[in-house]
């Protein structure tokens, strides 16, 4: 008899046949169609963005695994999680490269008006309106919020663009030579470019308020590949609104999918549906480490990437 597990968002079709050839795999529609087979889920595969909804994890009695395919955590209950003896895994590592990737990809598109030319050139403008200068990137200071794996990749990158890096985080990395500010405020006050990677969660909530974007200036560029919750979205609009800040790369918002409408209209501002990670290459990776921290834990192994 293979074990139920509960799928909570869809995965790449290798990942989910790997999950199938090992399961009775349970894919959510809603808690009506879980509640009949509810008591016999013991594991759950979900995405980061996703997490694990409050009233989904207290309809499982014998869950004992939650696999979350991506690196975020603040959408599952850890506490609970501790609680009930549920262990709790993510995808460390594989996806930096391409959460770091996609940072500078927002910052170059922001710098250089990349999206506004691409519109500019398919709608048959080109010849028959002007368009507007971008700004140059190369040389821009770079401010990260969050100097993990994923900020110190962001760093790597924005060396070769000849960016000189600072950073805010709850602690300093004197290692790392880049310069320290413990106050998020004066390191948006004294860089180009604000870019968000650190985890969400309580810690974090909108700690990207009016008053950093405020010092980050009207020409300053908020960057945010890491959760829409770091950022006060309506403060956010308000500051592009009235000219205070210069311009924003986003693949992550407050409330997903809904992008505040405002955005959209605005010419100085880069959209993602969220897929820093979203990469063939990347996906397969981090799918096969959920498929073998399940694995691993239904086999009574060690978890090779637990965070619980
Ligand atoms: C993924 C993420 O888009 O790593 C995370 O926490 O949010 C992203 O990498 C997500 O996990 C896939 O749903």
């Not at 770091?100 to 170059?108: E, I, P, Q, S, Y």
Request: negative net charge; contains cysteine; aromatic residues 4%.
């Amino acid at each position: 008899m293979k074990p139920d597990l509960l799928l909570l968002e869809p995965m790449m079709p290798q990942i989910e046949t790997a999950l199938d050839n090992a399961y009775t795999v349970h894919r959510f529609t809603d808690m009506a169609a879980l509640l009949p087979v509810a008591a016999s889920i013991r594991g759950i595969a979900t995405g980061g963005g996703t997490g694990v909804p409050p009233d989904i994890m207290a309809a499982l009695p014998e869950l004992g695994i939650i696999a979350i395919n991506g690196i975020g955590t603040d959408a599952v209950d850890l506490d609970a999680a501790r609680r009930r003896n549920i262990r709790v895994t993510t995808t460390p590592g594989v996806l930096t490269a391409d959460v770091a990737d996609m940072a500078l990809g927002l910052l170059l598109m922001a710098c250089r008006g990349l999206g506004t030319g691409d519109r500019f050139v398919r709608a048959g403008l080109w010849g028959k309106a002007p368009i507007a200068l971008g700004h140059t990137a190369t040389g821009l200071r770079l401010g990260i919020l969050g100097l993990g794996q994923v900020g110190r990749a962001i760093a790597a990158r924005a060396r070769a663009f000849d960016m000189p890096i600072a950073y805010h985080d709850i602690r300093e990395f004197p290692d790392t030579g880049y310069r320290f500010y413990a106050d998020l405020t004066e390191l948006a006050r004294d860089n180009d470019v604000l870019v968000v990677a650190a985890s969400g969660g309580p810690q974090s909530r909108n700690i990207v308020n009016a008053q950093v974007l405020q010092a980050l200036g009207p020409d300053g560029i908020l960057i945010n590949v890491a959760r829409g919750s770091v950022v006060d979205e309506d403060a956010l609009v308000a500051a592009l609104q009235a000219g205070t800040l210069g311009g924003a790369g986003l693949d992550v918002f407050q409330h997903e999918p809904s992008v505040p409408d405002a955005l959209k209209t605005m010419d100085n501002v880069v959209l993602q549906p969220h897929r820093a990670s979203a990469t063939v290459e990347t996906r397969l990776a981090m799918g096969d480490l959920v498929v073998r921290n399940l694995a691993a834990w239904f086999a009574g192994e060690s978890l090779l990437t637990p965070v619980v």
